[in-house]
């Protein structure tokens, strides 16, 4: 069966993953006592372990000090059982086993990588050592414990105990895990745990779109071939890569991510020719160059990942929401167990048409969103033109009216100088008139006073002896 994979599968986000509240209900359990860390220790403020709300009880993890991978599976257990089971995650108490270190013992410094992995250098999520905590209860590394105590409904569905009991501590993940863990990774909380490593780039080949993605972990470093029965022969990867490569018509892009390097000083027990067999077959090998989160990003976000029997490969696979080939149980619905080859091709190939299937649904989604947001950007850019054309529509009535306006200013400036101008002619009319009637009052005066002093000379030539005396002589006696 041919199973077609386009170039959105790497920004896959289905999910058929369903939260359920009551999954674990029923369970029976008594009544612990735990005493709250002091002080020193650290609380995770991160979203990651907050996804209860900021006052959920909280649980505390032991840190372990070996590798990465069984370091960070303990803390994303641990994350993901809080998440699911009403509570909030503290952290992780460093020096449980009486040591503390930051290097792994490959050389790795574990807090700069949980940085890295979550996208948050204020992650807060190792206590240290001097972070003690009395132990009044223990879950005994047995999660089912913790499960029961958290389930009762004398416990954390009460507010009283939400109140009194702030603090709980499970030293390790490891027993008493349920057979399935769908219930601990339902999709909101997957989506949440990988955020960081959705962020990180990818190695896949640009060139390669429209095929199958997928990533492998071979389990090397510091184990010896034969030494330990997690350590798996070339061929049971080749195989399984021919087998999923057969499903897709050949069509996928295979990366390996593995270690040649063991502990740090410690002699290397591989080499880069003992990987020649899958470099013939076409895939790409990745040594200390990929570092942990590069790698882990790679599992997660590729269409099917190839697991190793390792905490490495184990503390991711949860958050993969393509298919994942386990030489071991299926704990979660995407997962397929590789013990039965024929069983595994079968339960793989309706992973992967059903992920074919959801991606094309989403990919149509993605499309429908897109001519959606072509079809508002061309409503935004046409209501722009509208909009634009209006105000040129407005901006020249506003320059029509303005230059009626200076039309009509200039009119009426031109009127009032006329105005002003004649007015100012009719006033110099009445000031030339009135000095004209001044000028001839005037003269009629003066003739007046002229004909008046000609009559009186007149008269006293007429009449001589009525003119006055002039002069008077008077003669003395002397």
């Not at 909030?88 to 890295?116: I, K």
């Not at 004398?154 to 009991?165: L, M, P, Y």
């Not at 013990?339 to 299937?357: I, P, Y």
Request: charged residues 30%.
């Amino acid at each position: 069966m041919k199973i077609t994979f386009d170039a959105h599968v790497l920004s896959d986000s289905s999910d058929d993953y369903v939260q359920s509240d009551d999954a674990l209900s029923g369970l029976d359990g008594s009544f612990f006592e735990v005493a709250a860390p002091n002080s020193n220790c650290s609380r995770c403020t991160m979203k990651a372990c907050k996804m209860n709300g900021p006052n959920a009880p909280s649980l505390y993890v032991g840190e372990h000090v070996d590798g990465v991978g069984h370091r960070m599976r303990t803390i994303l257990l641990g994350m993901a059982v809080a998440a699911t089971n009403k509570m909030s995650f503290g952290g992780a108490l460093r020096g449980s086993d009486g040591t503390e270190n930051d290097v792994s013992p490959q050389g790795v410094d574990f807090t700069g990588l949980l940085s890295r992995f979550f996208g948050d250098s204020k992650h807060d999520l190792l206590s240290p050592k001097s972070c003690s905590v009395k132990l009044d209860w223990d879950c005994k590394d047995n999660v089912q414990n913790l499960l029961n105590f958290a389930n009762s409904a004398n416990n954390f569905k009460a507010s009283a105990i939400r109140q009194e009991r702030k603090n709980l501590v499970c030293g390790a993940m490891n027993d008493g895990m349920p057979k399935t863990w769908d219930v601990f990774f339902p999709g909101y909380v997957r989506d949440v745990l990988r955020v960081g490593l959705d962020a990180q780039k990818l190695l896949w080949s640009e060139k390669d779109n429209g095929k199958l993605k997928m990533a492998v972990h071979v389990r090397r470093g510091d184990l010896s071939m034969g030494s330990y029965d997690r350590v798996f022969n070339n061929s049971y990867y080749l195989d399984l890569i021919d087998m999923t490569k057969s499903l897709v018509d050949g069509r996928a892009d295979v990366h390996v991510f593995t270690s040649l390097n063991g502990a740090v000083g410690e002699q290397p027990l591989w080499s880069s020719s003992d990987f020649a067999d899958f470099r013939k077959a076409g895939v790409a090998v990745h040594f200390e160059e990929a570092d942990p989160v590069t790698a882990w990003a790679h599992f997660v976000r590729a269409d099917v990942f190839l697991s190793s029997p390792s905490s490495f490969s184990v503390a991711v696979a949860p958050l993969s929401k393509g298919c994942v080939l386990n030489s071991g149980d299926a704990l979660l619905r995407n997962w397929v167990d590789t013990r039965n080859r024929s069983m595994a091709q079968s339960k793989l190939e309706m992973c992967l048409v059903g992920r074919s299937q959801a991606l094309a649904k989403k990919v149509q989604g993605a499309k429908k969103a897109e001519e959606a947001k072509k079809t508002q950007d061309a409503k935004k850019a046409e209501d722009a033109k509208k909009a634009e054309k209006a105000k040129k529509t407005q901006d020249t009535k506003k320059a029509e009216d303005a230059k009626k306006a200076e039309e009509a200013k200039k009119t009426q400036d031109a009127k009032k100088a006329e105005d002003a101008k004649k007015a100012d002619g009719a006033k110099k009319t009445q000031d030339a008139k009135k000095a004209e009637d001044a000028k001839k009052a005037e003269g009629a005066k003066q003739a007046e006073e002229q004909e008046e002093e000609t009559e009186e000379v007149q008269q006293m030539t007429d009449h001589p002896a009525a003119l006055p005396r002039l002069f008077t002589t008077e003669v003395s006696d002397d």
